[in-house]
Nanobody, 125 residues
Framework: QMQLGESGGGLVQAGGSLRLSCAAS????????MGWFRQAPGKEREFVAA????????YYADFVKGRFTISRDNAKNTLYLQMNALKPEDTAVYYC??????????????????WGQGTQVTVSS
C-alpha cells in the first residue's frame, strides 16, 4: 500500500520560488511514474507535471513549462517540484500521485491513484 505526504507549500510573493516535496512509502515508488496535480478553489484538479520511474523523462502542462521542474530521488523515495517565477494563478493545493496505468505523456486524472493530503501554495500579487 502506497502512502504519500506532501510538504513545502507556503505563502510567497509573485516571482518567488518554492520547492515541494512528496515523501512516499512502499517499494512501488521506485518503479512508478509519479505526477503532481493542483486544485484551486472552485476548480477541478488539474495536471501539472509527471516524471518517469527513472527520472529521465518528464512531461509538463503548458502553463508551467519553463517555470517548474519535476524530479525524484528514488534512494530517498521522494518526489520534488521546484516552482520558480510563481504567479498568483498558481495558487492552489498541490498533490502528488502515483500513475498506475497509461503513458507518461497522457495526463489523465483517472490514471493516477494514491493521493497525499496536499500542500497549500499561495502566491500574492
Amino acid at each position: 500500500q502506497m502512502q504519500l505526504g506532501e510538504s513545502g507549500g507556503g505563502l510567497v510573493q509573485a516571482g518567488g520560488s518554492l520547492r515541494l516535496s512528496c515523501a512516499a512509502s512502499g517499494r512501488t515508488f521506485r518503479t512508478s511514474t509519479m505526477g503532481w496535480f493542483r486544485q484551486a478553489p472552485g476548480k477541478e484538479r488539474e495536471f501539472v507535471a509527471a516524471v518517469s520511474s527513472s527520472g529521465v523523462n518528464t512531461y509538463y502542462a503548458d502553463f508551467v513549462k519553463g517555470r517548474f521542474t519535476i524530479s525524484r530521488d528514488n534512494a530517498k523515495n521522494t518526489l520534488y517540484l521546484q516552482m520558480n517565477a510563481l504567479k498568483p494563478e498558481d495558487t492552489a493545493v498541490y498533490y502528488c500521485s502515483l500513475k498506475t496505468r497509461g503513458s507518461l505523456y497522457a495526463p489523465k486524472l483517472s490514471d493516477y491513484n494514491y493521493w497525499g493530503q496536499g500542500t497549500q501554495v499561495t502566491v500574492s500579487s
